[in-house]
């Protein structure tokens, strides 16, 4: 019987809570083995200072291989920069789905990236989450990304932008139209670059950044689920 494990991989200044739901969704509907790391300096409460983006790619890779050694196929989801990351380790290794969530492949400006949480604040995170939690981590955010991380963050985007076309794998991407960090024409952008045969786009209307909140999440899971499968 063919053993499937699934490597989640959260956003730039995030953590795995950015996920969870998808993550759970798939847990309940699956047997499938769940791989969640916290890339270093991440987490609810931010210590980015001696990180880079060298750590956070070392770590998604740590991840991958651990995983992998149990299981028969592999699936990648990457959130945001998490997208980003997950391209990187379907360039390096063997990734028979990848799943691409509001990926990071446009520039974002430092101070938008840091408004997320203030956009989060807006959405129906909070029927799941304590406004009070969402309002720690804003204000963690804000005062403790240092500059010098947003441009670690732009070192991955650079590291994998020129290799998109060496991406052959089946690729899904989910993409909210509402989402006000990562440009809607991304999606499109990485379905025409991205080298792999078989693409899909689903575009979630109320989506926003943090599309695993999103109202009609559970619409675009089922869809994503079945992708994994096929």
């Keep these: 019987m063919t053993k499937t494990g699934v490597l989640f991989i959260h956003g730039f200044t995030g953590g795995p809570y950015e996920v969870e739901p998808l993550v759970n969704y798939v847990k309940e509907q699956t047997d499938w083995l769940i791989a969640l790391p916290t890339l270093p300096g991440h987490g609810v409460t931010l210590d980015l200072k001696r990180t880079s983006a060298q750590s956070w790619l070392m770590e998604a890779e740590v991840a991958y291989r651990q995983l992998q050694k149990k299981v028969d196929r592999m699936i990648i989801v990457g959130f945001s920069?998490?997208?980003?990351?997950?391209?990187?380790?379907?360039?390096?290794?063997?990734?028979?789905?990848?799943?691409?969530?509001?990926a990071a492949a446009k520039y974002i400006s430092p101070r938008i990236l840091l408004e997320d949480v203030r956009i989060l604040l807006t959405e129906s995170i909070t029927k799941n989450y304590t406004s009070q939690t969402f309002y720690h981590l804003y204000n963690y955010k804000l005062f403790h990304t240092p500059l010098r991380s947003t441009f670690e963050f732009l070192k991955i985007v650079k590291t994998v932008e020129p290799y998109y076309r060496y991406i052959d794998c089946p690729v899904c991407i989910v993409?909210?139209?509402?989402?006000?960090?990562?440009?809607?024409?991304?999606?499109?952008?990485?379905?025409e670059r991205l080298g792999s045969e078989e693409k899909k786009i689903i575009f979630s209307p109320e989506g926003?950044?943090?599309?695993?909140?999103?109202?009609?999440?559970?619409?675009?899971?089922?869809?994503?689920?079945?992708?994994?499968?096929?």
């Design 175 to 191: 993409q909210g139209k509402k989402d006000g960090i990562v440009p809607f024409a991304t999606a499109e952008l990485l379905k």
């Design 81 to 102: 920069m998490g997208g980003l990351i997950a391209m990187y380790l379907a360039l390096r290794y063997r990734v028979d789905k990848l799943i691409l969530l509001s």
């Design 208 to 230: 926003k950044h943090h599309i695993c909140y999103s109202d009609d999440c559970d619409d675009w899971f089922e869809e994503v689920l079945e992708f994994m499968k096929m």
